[in-house]
């Protein structure tokens, strides 16, 4: 289908985390402001711009495949790659066939000059935050934080994204507010290491200071913090979450269940030590879901030390479990380490957490059953349901009115399939 309108057009892919969803808005919100327009569905865009991600050796080949694919699928569009893999390593990318540019993180301005043609606005993409809204999704991610300097020695990220920056929180509280306005009624704060928010502000900011000023905000139905480390969960922040608007939901990344392996890892912190900030959170939370990721097949990992692993995540009873085989970083520590754990038994641990896994989250859903729990809906799924989550981030479908999209209701659940819920809509009034 050919562009219509005299607008020219772009289209964005997106790779990785809740960052990049921010940085890829930013973009947008930018070549919106230097007239272009998003290409509609079946439409051929001018521009094809994807934003990379790298916490992975998997990640870097996704970036290089998914470039590869625009290309094909957009042979008369230019092909641009920014984002973190493009920062790492950009010759990797302009080595793929149909790439016109890339360019890293620290380059947009460059970038932008070479999609319209024309040097954009002083200031246009300088800093790190800044957008008014979020496409058609029901839930926006603000970005409050960007940067680390944690160094885990299988981690490229200070290496990518620089030292740590924290967003003040007026300019977080406005951005905040013009969400609200635009109708989102979740606000996901996220950052790169969103614990750290307020560190470098020197004003005694902190992330419970900043859950504090959200929930304020008219029209922001819910808060959800998007993942802290086990140090950063402390009765501050758990008090501040304590508010009804406030999601009951934290994420936080294990890596691994074994003591020595955390030590390599450097991850400031043991299995004990994380099991207790886990009771902690079912202490001072009602009912809290904690999700987390773990790491597979980190070098020298032998099997005992996986086993740890597992009787930690039975322990911790996660109701939801990212699994990570280990893939070496150029540049980091753990690249450079021996012992290296074969592919196959990779594979296998692999295998046997995710079945773990997701046992776990399944009990998780069984235990929403005969209950009425509040929805955000965010989409109609291809049968026509309406699908969204609950505070607590279980998925849940549930037949409805297209007009709920955007719209939280309270739904009672009556079967749960798999990780997922299935619900009939009670009443789409606020209730306490």
């Known amino acids: 289908m050919e562009s219509s309108g005299n607008s020219p057009t772009y289209r964005i892919e997106t790779l990785g985390c809740k960052a990049n969803l921010y940085d890829s808005r930013r973009l947008a919100e930018a070549l919106e402001s230097l007239g272009w327009r998003e290409a509609e569905p079946g439409e051929d865009p001018e521009v094809c711009l994807l934003n990379t991600c790298t916490v992975t050796a998997g990640a870097d080949r996704k970036g290089r495949q998914r470039a590869a694919r625009l290309a094909r699928q957009h042979p008369g569009a230019r092909v641009f790659v920014t984002g973190c893999y493009a920062s790492l390593r950009p010759d ?3 080595a793929v066939a149909g790439v016109t540019g890339v360019y890293g993180r620290r380059q947009w301005m460059a970038m932008l000059e070479a999609i319209t043609g024309a040097p954009p606005p002083p200031g246009q993409l300088e800093g790190d935050f800044g957008i008014s809204s979020f496409g058609g999704r029901a839930r926006a991610f603000l970005k409050i934080q960007e940067g680390c300097d944690s160094f885990c020695s299988y981690c490229v990220l200070p290496t990518v994204r620089g030292e740590p920056r924290s967003r003040p929180l007026p300019e977080a509280k406005a951005e905040a507010e013009r969400l609200a306005c635009a109708g989102f009624r979740e606000i996901v704060l996220t950052g790169i290491h969103l614990g750290l928010y307020g560190r470098d502000l020197g004003d005694g900011t902190g992330l419970a200071d900043a859950v504090r000023t959200m929930v304020a905000v008219p029209g922001v ?3 959800r913090l998007s993942s802290v480390e086990a140090t950063e969960a ?6 501040a979450m304590q508010h009804p608007a406030v999601c009951p939901h934290l994420h936080i990344p294990l890596q691994s269940g074994d003591a ?3 030590g390599r890892m450097n991850r400031p912190y043991s299995p004990e030590g994380f099991l207790d900030v886990v009771e902690l959170v079912r202490a001072r939370l009602d009912r809290p879901a904690v999700t987390t990721d773990v790491m597979v097949g980190f070098p020298g990992e032998t099997d005992r030390q996986f086993e740890h692993t597992l009787e930690v995540c039975r322990k911790a009873r996660f109701s939801r479990t990212h699994v990570f085989p280990f893939s070496p970083r150029p540049g980091t520590r753990a690249a ?3 012992d290296r754990v074969p592919s196959a038994v990779i594979h296998e641990r692999s295998r046997r957490l995710r079945d773990l ?4 989250a399944c009990e998780w859903a069984e235990g929403f059953v005969g209950q009425r729990v509040r929805v955000l809906f965010e989409r109609c799924d291809p049968d026509g349901f309406l699908t969204g989550y609950t505070d607590r981030y279980v998925r849940l479908a549930a037949s409805g009115h297209v007009g709920l999209i955007g719209q939280s ?3 009672a659940c009556e079967a749960a399939e798999g990780v997922s ?4 809509v009670v009443s789409s009034e606020n209730v306490a």
Do not use: D, T
């Open 92 to 94: 990797e990318l302009r």
């Open 234 to 239: 402390g009765e501050e922040l758990l008090a």
């Open 336 to 338: 450079a380490l021996p």
């Open 260 to 262: 020595e392996v955390l």
């Open 221 to 223: 139905e819910r808060v």
């Open 409 to 411: 209701a309270e739904v």
């Open 421 to 424: 819920l299935i619900g009939l």
């Open 357 to 360: 896994a997701k046992r776990l």
